[in-house]
């Protein structure tokens, strides 16, 4: 991506950050709108940075950490805006280009060089399958937010419904996009390597994260503070899993995703 687009992507995200804390903290409700513009002007700046990288590369800009991070930065606040704005769920909101900066920060760590395609990649799949998963990773990140905002909450004896239900939302589109992520990789797996699944250790955390969000949809409790804070508990460390999934797999446990 263009740095100076990268840089005015992070600029913006910052500056909505800390409308965002000093909306949260109870200043006047227009930091909100700042919040809101400032994030969204983040958004543009990096689908303009995703769409000119994607023309001089040839392919999607979805198979290295660099590529995926600032995707995910993308995605977080497609989510956020996709979820949380149209429902007046401000709080949560607000929160959401935390995970947007975050992710672009990371980002700035890392080789933006564009590399040409292994073999493996070379498929219509790439975009499919990727993209989906980290919705997926996306849905789950606003989701942790929310599942802090939650806990937070709980813990002045404020009430946490608005932001229980903001987790929850995130929870499930992520839920969603993960299965189809999951799915797609392995009708692009029997294609690429002849076989539906090889508990590849990235396929396998894949997994693991799977099975503990749809624990989390399957048990918790229909009402009550219970419920509240079991998904303060199960959003913040079923980022845990995503994290390990998305960074941890890639340089503890190389195979064949390690080129990510």
Do not use: Q
């Not at 687009?5 to 500056?15: D, E, K, Q, R, T």
């Not at 909100?32 to 999607?60: D, E, K, P």
């Amino acid at each position: 991506m263009d740095p100076a687009l990268i840089n005015a992507a992070l600029a913006l995200y910052l500056a909505a950050c800390v409308a965002g804390v000093l909306y949260l903290l109870g200043r006047p409700a227009s930091l909100y709108r700042i919040s809101l513009s400032a994030a969204t002007g983040g958004f543009a700046a990096l689908s303009l940075g995703i769409v000119l990288r994607w023309m001089h590369a040839g392919h999607a800009p979805l198979t290295t950490l660099y590529e995926t991070a600032v995707f995910l930065a993308w995605a977080s606040w497609a989510v956020a805006f996709a979820l949380l704005v149209p429902r007046r769920m401000r709080e949560p909101a607000a929160l959401a280009p935390f995970v947007c900066a975050a992710c672009l920060a990371g980002a700035s760590t890392l080789d933006p060089s564009i590399r040409p395609l292994v073999p493996a990649l070379r498929s219509n799949w790439l975009v499919v399958h990727v993209a989906a998963s980290f919705l997926g990773y996306a849905g789950f990140a606003a989701g942790a937010a929310a599942g802090i905002g939650t806990a937070l909450a709980l813990r002045r004896g404020t009430p946490a419904d608005g932001w229980e239900r903001s987790a929850t939302l995130c929870i499930r589109f992520g839920f969603l996009f993960l299965t189809y992520g999951i799915l797609t990789g392995s009708v692009w797996a029997n294609e690429a390597w002849t076989t539906w699944w090889g508990w590849d250790p990235k396929e396998t955390w894949a997994l693991l994260t799977w099975l503990f969000y749809l624990a989390f949809l399957s048990l918790r409790p229909r009402t009550g503070a219970s419920r509240a804070r079991l998904t303060a508990l199960f959003s913040v460390a079923g980022l845990l899993f995503v994290l390990f999934t998305y960074l941890g797999v890639s340089f503890l446990l190389p195979g064949l995703h390690s080129y990510l």
